[in-house]
């Protein structure tokens, strides 16, 4: 593991997590994009949160409130002991949307398989279909939350005017362009119009990992957004099209480089662009 990111705590190695699948204190959760891998094959002893489902409110355009997240957590059996170790497919994509939110209404003891199930994969590592029998508890989660952590539209247009935000957009080059709406295999995940919010920084999210899943290290991280214009000076935010990519682009900036005004703007573009009067760029 690199030794060289602010926050190295935030991540565990693929050696690390084979060494503690029966640690009773460290529950392994994998969140994916693709919800059905999770019933192909798994990390041993892993369990798998729904990200559509089991991480968002029932009827609202919104994630579950610090109560629905003491359920889901205790349903996972967590204690005041448990470390959650999160994984997912593709580059920890939407593992790293768990992470964040679990931050944001204040839950500390959780971490990122570095490389995520690519890695795992990559090496040969156990995996099997097994569905683990948990026993619940009654949690409640014991830090405050983390508003700072997340901004709402207002919040946006009123940095816009200001000139004061650094916005960085981690969707593709397409959809920044205004060429593409939203990815090929997302069609159903419009805005109104493409474009990008004025005077953002285009850095696709996938650039910050590896090959194999990994984080590239901190000096290589550095010089990716430095050279995007983006150094961690003042405010940032991470917007892409519902929030999730976004959320691994915070990760990167916030946990691994330690840029302290870092921000994610979940409504992202699928609210942006659809917003009357909002000032666009393409």
Same mark, same amino acid.
């Given at each position: 593991?690199?030794n060289d990111?602010a ?7 693929t =050696?690390? @997590?084979?060494e503690?699948?029966s $640690? ?5 959760v994998e %969140?994916?994009? !693709? *919800?059905t ?11 798998a949160w ?6 968002h409110?029932?009827?609202?355009? =919104?994630? @579950?409130?610090?109560?629905?997240? $003491?359920r889901?957590?205790?349903?996972a059996? %967590?204690?005041? !002991? *448990?470390t ?8 920890n ?5 768990a992470?964040?939110?679990?931050k944001?209404r204040?839950f500390?003891?959780v971490?990122?398989l ?5 890695k795992w ?6 995996k099997? *279909?097994e569905?683990p029998e ?18 709402f539209r ?6 816009v005017?200001?000139?004061?935000t ?10 920044f ?5 939203a990815?090929?295999h997302?069609p159903?995940?419009?805005?109104y119009?493409?474009?990008h919010?004025?005077g953002?920084h285009?850095v696709?999210w996938?650039?910050a ?12 991280l550095?010089r990716?957004?430095?050279g995007?214009?983006?150094?961690g000076?003042?405010?940032v935010?991470a917007y892409?099209?519902?929030g999730?990519?976004?959320?691994h ?7 691994l480089?330690g ?10 573009w699928?609210?942006y662009?659809?917003?009357v009067?909002?000032?666009?760029e393409?």
């Amino acid at each position: 593991m690199p030794n060289d990111y602010a926050n190295p705590e935030s991540l565990v190695s693929t =050696d690390w @997590l084979a060494e503690h699948l029966s $640690d009773p204190n460290v529950r392994i959760v994998e %969140v994916d994009e !693709d *919800t059905t891998a999770y019933e192909r094959d798994h990390i041993p002893g892993a369990i798998a949160w729904d990200w559509s489902k089991d991480l968002h409110h029932p009827t609202q355009r =919104d994630y @579950l409130d610090k109560v629905g997240l $003491d359920r889901l957590l205790g349903e996972a059996g %967590v204690t005041d !002991d *448990t470390t959650i170790v999160l994984y997912g497919g593709n580059n920890n994509w939407f593992a790293a949307y768990a992470y964040w939110l679990l931050k944001v209404r204040g839950f500390d003891k959780v971490k990122l398989l570095d490389g995520g199930r690519l890695k795992w994969n990559v090496e040969g590592r156990e995996k099997n *279909t097994e569905v683990p029998e948990i026993e619940s508890t009654e949690f409640s989660i014991p830090g405050e939350e983390r508003p700072d952590l997340r901004v709402f539209r207002d919040d946006v247009l009123a940095r816009v005017a200001a000139g004061s935000t650094t916005f960085v957009d981690v969707r593709s080059p397409e959809e920044f362009s205004g060429a593409k709406l939203a990815p090929d295999h997302l069609p159903q995940e419009q805005p109104y119009v493409g474009g990008h919010i004025p005077g953002a920084h285009n850095v696709p999210w996938s650039k910050a990992a590896n090959e194999d899943g990994s984080f590239k290290s901190a000096i290589e991280l550095t010089r990716l957004y430095d050279g995007e214009g983006v150094s961690g000076k003042g405010d940032v935010v991470a917007y892409c099209r519902i929030g999730e990519r976004s959320s691994h682009t915070w990760f990167v900036l916030h946990e691994l480089l330690g840029y302290d005004n870092v921000a994610n703007y979940d409504g992202s573009w699928t609210e942006y662009g659809s917003l009357v009067g909002a000032p666009v760029e393409r």
